[in-house]
DNA sequence: AGGCGAAATTAGAACGATTCAAATCCACTC
DNA sequence: GAGTGGATTTGAATCGTTCTAATTTCGCCT
């Protein structure tokens, strides 16, 4: 019996009150199953929405509350499938709390990333979640999301000071200790002349990576080349241009490499073969994230897993639990990664 | 000069108003640009504006109006690269439209996409772009999204019948045209005896894609043995175990297979190697998609694109084109894919 | 019949913007 | 100095909901 009229006027609260004779407030309280109603009231004012077609309007409703029930994301490139697992994360957890995600997509311009979030600022989100892009002042983002609103940091520090009232939480992953790790593995394998390969260096999180494979490198007594370093776009295609660089040092050409991240370490072993060398036979490859690829990879990567998916989950909650308690101490969280080894860190032939 | 208050309760035009001795409705004209308010007037609202660090409340604003700056994008699978892509492309051209983007996944399940349209409709969004889950009924995705909301269809046709007074639009791939560019590709290269591989037949996609081979094999007047139609799970291990069976009929062995995906293409290249032959040397091969791999491998692999992210665009204009012509006949786009020659191609040796 | 308290309902003012009709202002002209 | 007309400004209603304070209803007791 339930018929829709196929077109129409938009139904609202009084609609359904005049529909069977009874008050908006009523209504309301209905809808909100609120037990101040009859039961029989309310059975009533249940089949007339029903039939009706009625949909509730939470802008209006959060515009009286002064609530929200939307978070804004914005990610520096949504592409990634590393983030794309991310935003699923951060969806799932933010949906179950019956919220609703507001996407923007900074493509890692901090330009853009302004303009995004002054456009979703606009639309009132009870908090946002952000993946900086690399260049992403701390002054800039503060004044465009404005004090009022919280905001959980993803993956990578602001650039510049944050004013103390300002006080974001964060979520971070352990980047030094996993390039560390990697860095270990590598020299357990037998190899010495170990390069660090691809990111930017003022890039936080390149930053970090690169700390730990320096202290693993240490630690381990052995002595790093200038020409190890070779700097690229986290992409695929800027590594593999950039693969030929490790060779062309005066001094010993490196055995192995520690990749900023999966992208670029694929893109190193493409590199390789167009200076006579083969990932995971004369060549040992790390990257960090564990993308999908990464396992389907020839030869499979030897990478860092980082659950993306269950970091945005973890974002998502970090959010939430800041709008039941905005007053809370900031906090930070450093979430662990972990080795996982393949193929392509092979041992030294 | 420009301080903001750390911390306080929200900005409203009654601020502004109040600030610097104007009434609402003044601020408001200001607000949009009016040309109906002075110059000196203008400046000065400008500036307690600014002073005040005024944000706009688009809800409120959308409340009175009766519009909408959203719309609502409703994918299968986010983490899955090529929805991802997609995704970013919608994103992309709605947020230079000047809508914001609300996200909702359903995990290719129907019930959770039920779910969460129905979360999302009561935001309110303009329209709705939904890559449908496999098992999604369109009587259920109706129900959920009601009449008045203009929906975009992409990727994939809904089960049952949709009631003809809701016209939808839809984006759809051109499968049969790609196969039929693939397999005149390969005959191009000389090739006579060509398979096609992988894929389900029941699956809709996989019926379109062996139309456009048998088509382009018909068109040239080269006959099909029965064993070079083989099927399998579009995965890579599946496709890299059922390899074999090309080479086990009576008659003449194929020396090229258009493949259902770059995923099948992929194993296939694997499984040549295990029955003597050579990807990309003695035996030809393409795919279809076109994802990041596809570039990567060795041989790297000829295939279809489907530029995802331009798709994503496409489908963002054609709900903007929609909300800008409600009573515009509904339409169909099937998207042409590009075929993109690479290695995998080789001529009949 | 009158009174009382609990249960159920409702009127009406918000929320923060837009909009229309009406009110003001301000040179100028005659 | 009244009249005119264009340029500005504004009061008040409105969008669809929530919420407070009040009002109505009703069963039950004396």
């Not at 499938?81 to 991310?86: I, K």
């Not at 020409?227 to 005066?250: I, K, N, Y």
């Amino acid at each position: 019996m339930e018929s829709q009229t196929p077109v129409g006027r938009k139904i609202t609260l009084n609609d359904i009150a005049a529909g069977c004779g009874v008050s908006r407030a009523t209504v309301s309280l209905v809808l909100r199953g609120s037990p101040l109603v009859n039961k029989v009231t309310r059975a009533r004012v249940e089949e007339e929405l029903r039939r009706q077609g009625y949909v509730y309007n939470r802008a209006a409703a959060n515009l009286r509350r002064r609530t929200s029930s939307s978070v804004a994301l914005v990610i520096n490139e949504l592409a990634n499938p590393f983030f794309a697992e991310f935003a699923a994360g951060v969806d799932d957890a933010l949906g179950t709390a019956g919220f609703v995600t507001l996407l923007g997509s900074s493509g890692d311009s901090a330009e853009r990333e302004h303009a995004v979030l002054g456009s979703l600022i606009e639309h009132g989100p009870g908090g946002i979640i952000l993946s900086p892009a690399e260049d992403s002042e701390a002054r800039k983002v503060l004044a465009a999301v404005g004090t009022h609103t919280p905001v959980v940091l993803f993956n990578r520090e602001l650039g510049g000071e944050l004013p103390e009232y300002a006080h974001w939480d964060r979520l971070m992953l352990d980047n030094e200790r996993g390039a560390r790790q990697a860095t270990e593995h590598l020299i357990s394998q037998g190899h010495r002349h170990i390069a660090f390969f691809g990111g930017h260096d003022h890039a936080s999180s390149t930053r970090e990576r690169h700390a730990g494979y320096t202290q693993a490198m240490n630690a381990a007594g052995l002595a790093i080349e200038s020409h190890w370093r070779v700097q690229s776009t986290p992409t695929r295609m800027d590594a593999a241009r950039a693969a030929g660089a490790l060779f062309e040092g005066s001094g010993a050409a490196p055995t192995a490499a520690v990749c900023y991240n999966d992208a670029v370490a694929l893109g190193l072993m493409l590199g390789l073969h167009q200076h006579g060398r083969q990932a995971g036979r004369d060549f040992a490859v790390t990257g960090f994230d564990d993308i999908a690829e990464a396992s389907m990879s020839m030869p499979s990567l030897t990478t860092l897993t980082t659950a993306p998916r269950a970091r945005g989950r973890q974002a998502a909650d970090m959010l939430l639990a800041r709008l039941r308690d905005p007053q809370a101490p900031s906090g930070t969280i450093i979430a662990p990664v972990e080795l996982v080894v393949r193929e392509s860190s092979c041992p030294l032939s």
